[in-house]
């Protein structure tokens, strides 16, 4: 049980009744007092997340008028859309802190506020959209499961819907690429050329190593986070090698292997020095996303305006009508 709080608390008491609930697995909701740090991480955490969903249209996107087929075409455009739907869950979410959407996607279109690495690579066919269903979104699948257990209430809730679509999206790409390794040795060599190309940047999505990550130890205190980001490195590899087997492709790492003693697979070290140039800005196509995301939004101006307008004019209906 936490301690129930007087009506006029100290800042103390305050702290104390907020740590209580989260030491016992109680939800942190938007009107509960929480420290200022524990609300800045958060929508810090938040936002990234929700540009990660805005921003990830895009490699996909790319490919949605080049589908081999109607069932293909349907499929992505169902993904991408629930991509949308994931992004604005999240924004929602970070707007329950206090943080302004407007401000939020003027620090993306600025470059101010990051968005996951993975969506600085290009799709070069369409082999990469079964493989970016299979590896990066069975990645963030592994990243948002543990956040269905978030402490913080709107977030986590956010998470149980996301996970429930991101399993579509994983087993959508992993049946394209089931299909694809039935084709031709060229759909085959598709296949296995644009795994080469995922694997690594999807290792690279959990975040740095542990010891270069200096804001896990507060975020798994305060049950933001559950895991650690090699600890969901680990379990991602675990999963996957089975199912590159069933597959029958190859994952591009020569040190990648099963461990009998520890009961998981040893694998090789991502390139991180490649990692942070691309969080810095210098990825393939970091500048064309940012740029793309930029000319969206303001293409999306008279949609906003008439909307406000709109607003406003129903507003006044209203207050004429309850004064007539
Ligand atoms: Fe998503
Ligand atoms: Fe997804």
Redesign the pocket.
């Known amino acids: 049980m936490t301690q129930q709080l007087t009506d006029t608390p100290t800042d103390q008491q305050l702290e104390d009744h907020f740590e209580g609930r989260v030491a016992n697995d109680q939800r942190i909701e938007p009107r509960d007092w929480m420290p200022d740090g524990y609300r800045k991480t958060l929508v810090r955490q938040i936002s990234q997340h929700a540009h990660s969903e805005i921003i ?1 249209m895009q490699p996909e996107g790319n490919w949605l008028t080049r589908a081999p087929s109607l069932r293909r075409k349907a499929i992505l455009l169902a ?1 991408v859309q ?2 949308a739907g ?1 992004g604005l869950y999240l924004y929602s979410a970070a707007e329950t802190l206090g943080a302004d959407r407007e401000d939020l996607t003027t620090k993306l279109i600025s470059s101010r506020q990051k968005y996951s690495s993975i969506f600085n690579y290009p799709t070069l066919n369409f082999a990469d959209i079964g493989v970016i269903g299979w590896l990066v ?1 069975g990645a ?1 699948i592994c990243n948002q499961v543990p956040l269905c257990r978030s402490s913080y209430g709107p977030y986590a809730r956010a998470m149980v819907r996301v996970c429930k ?2 399993s579509f ?1 994983q087993r959508q790409g992993y049946e394209l690429l089931m299909t694809m390794m039935r084709g031709t040795a060229a759909q085959q060599e598709m296949v296995q050329e644009a795994t080469n190309r995922w694997w690594w940047p999807s290792l690279m999505m959990f975040g740095p190593p542990d010891g270069d990550s200096p804001n896990t130890q507060q975020s798994m205190a305060w049950r933001i986070k559950r895991h650690t980001n090699d600890e969901l490195r680990q379990k991602f590899v675990d999963m996957t090698v089975p199912q590159a087997e069933a597959l029958g492709v190859t994952l591009p790492d020569p040190e990648l292997v099963w461990n009998s003693e520890s009961e998981r697979h040893d694998f090789g070290t991502p390139d991180w020095d490649e990692f942070k140039n691309v969080l810095k800005g210098n990825g393939p196509c970091n500048a064309e996303r940012v740029e793309r995301r930029r000319r969206a939004h303001e293409d999306g101006q008279w949609v906003r305006d008439a909307a406000a307008a709109h607003a406003v004019k129903q507003a006044a209906r209203q207050q004429t009508e309850a004064l007539a």
């Open positions: 990830g993904k629930d991509e994931h979104d963030a679509e991101e999206h």
